[in-house]
């Protein structure tokens, strides 16, 4: 009898883990090796994501994320993914990283379709192994600029160097966005912008900025810094940003990595220069996908619950992911009312 059968929700079948053949080459091997031996847990965290996405390969098309992840960091999360399926766990490992993707995918190609294929420039802050410039078709007329640490970067370009060599099946190495540039910097410090300058960033070109994955890295101070640089373009050009916050009780989930996070993301933007937000949690409806089979998964027990509640009924933190995007322009004209229901369909 199935599970739908005698009552229980449906478990989830995941296909058993199989070496994707671009990690296979002993140039891979060895580059995957060095991020085992060399990077810190900031560094890995981008393969961490790239991970989530190749597992979850039934909903994100990204046929790059493999090559990024790397043998090991597909491994544990499969482990886990595998682990949940048996135990018919109610969220399955990865689950929240395929939504956040899939919600700024949706976001992302909303915003350039607001600007009615208009010239727009995309900034990925801690692109990490993000490999939209490649996947997204939305990104065709826009000039994307991927910005991480410089080991990060390096090593991602020689990972896709490395592929290139040993595959003939070259079409998901070619770039989809009109162009690509890596600009290595360190966000936390205060010449960044600058660096993004002399890549070809224009200041008074319509941006798109992405903010996946990076905020809660940074101390307060830090990350207040660069959402001020962006909020302040808005008095310069149209600016959309798209981000994702965690709340205070999150940040305990690791004490000695998460810092920044905020409870009212959606006041604190309008308070640095943004006219236009919106705030989703997982699981709304645009922050669903259809990803969640057990209704009383915990992200509908969280929404059930009022923001400014910390603490569940169980006793345990009540730990959130905002997912929020944000938009302003120095002309009012250019931000109809309906500008936000457009990005927010
Ligand atoms: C969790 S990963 C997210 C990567 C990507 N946005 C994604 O969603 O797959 C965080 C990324 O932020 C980068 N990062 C962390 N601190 C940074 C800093 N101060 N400056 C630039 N990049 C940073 C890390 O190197 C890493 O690639």
Same mark, same amino acid.
């Given at each position: 009898m199935s599970g739908e059968e005698n009552g229980l929700p449906e478990v989830p079948k995941w296909p058993e883990f199989k070496l994707p053949d671009l990690l296979s080459t002993e140039a891979v091997r060895q580059l995957h090796a060095t991020i085992e031996k060399e990077w810190d847990a900031l560094q890995r965290s981008a393969c961490q994501t790239a991970a989530g996405r190749a597992l979850w390969k039934h909903v994100i098309h990204d046929p790059l994320a493999d090559l990024l992840a790397g043998e090991s960091y597909l491994r544990s999360l499969h482990e886990k993914i595998k682990k949940d399926c048996t135990n018919n766990a109610s969220e399955i490992s990865g689950v929240i990283l395929a939504v956040r993707t899939l919600w700024f995918d949706s976001k992302l190609e909303a915003a350039l379709h607001s600007l009615h294929g208009r010239e727009t420039q995309v900034v990925l802050l801690g692109a990490g192994m993000d490999a939209r410039a490649y996947r997204l078709s939305c990104l065709k007329e826009s000039d994307v600029f991927e910005v991480d640490l410089p080991e990060v970067l390096h090593m991602k370009t020689t990972l896709l160097q490395a592929a290139m060599e040993s595959t003939n099946e070259h079409q998901h190495l070619k770039i989809m966005a009109k162009s690509l540039s890596r600009v290595a910097a360190d966000i936390k410090g205060n010449d960044w912008l600058e660096k993004l300058k002399i890549s070809g960033y224009v200041p008074e070109k319509n941006t798109v900025w992405i903010l996946e994955g990076i905020l809660y890295y940074l101390t307060h101070s830090q990350a207040m810094q660069v959402l001020k640089i962006i909020a302040d373009k808005c008095t310069t050009t149209q600016t959309f940003l798209l981000a994702d916050f965690m709340n205070k009780p999150s940040t305990t989930l690791s004490n000695s990595i998460f810092h920044f996070y905020s409870d009212?993301?959606?006041?604190? %933007?309008? &308070? +640095?220069?943004? !006219?236009?937000?919106?705030?989703?949690?997982?699981?709304?409806?645009?922050?669903?996908?259809?990803?969640?089979?057990?209704?009383?998964?915990?992200?509908?027990? %969280?929404? &059930? +619950?009022?923001? !400014?509640v910390y603490t569940n009924p169980d006793g345990t933190p009540c730990c959130r992911l905002y997912l929020v995007q944000?938009?302003?322009?120095?002309?009012?004209?250019?931000?109809?009312a309906d500008l936000m229901l457009k990005i927010s369909t």
């Open positions: 009212w993301p959606d006041h604190l %933007l309008p &308070s +640095l220069g943004f !006219s236009h937000v919106k705030l989703s949690q997982i699981g709304d409806p645009d922050a669903h996908f259809g990803l969640f089979h057990d209704p009383s998964n915990l992200f509908n027990k %969280l929404r &059930s +619950l009022p923001r !400014s944000a938009s302003g322009s120095p002309d009012q004209t250019l931000e109809p």
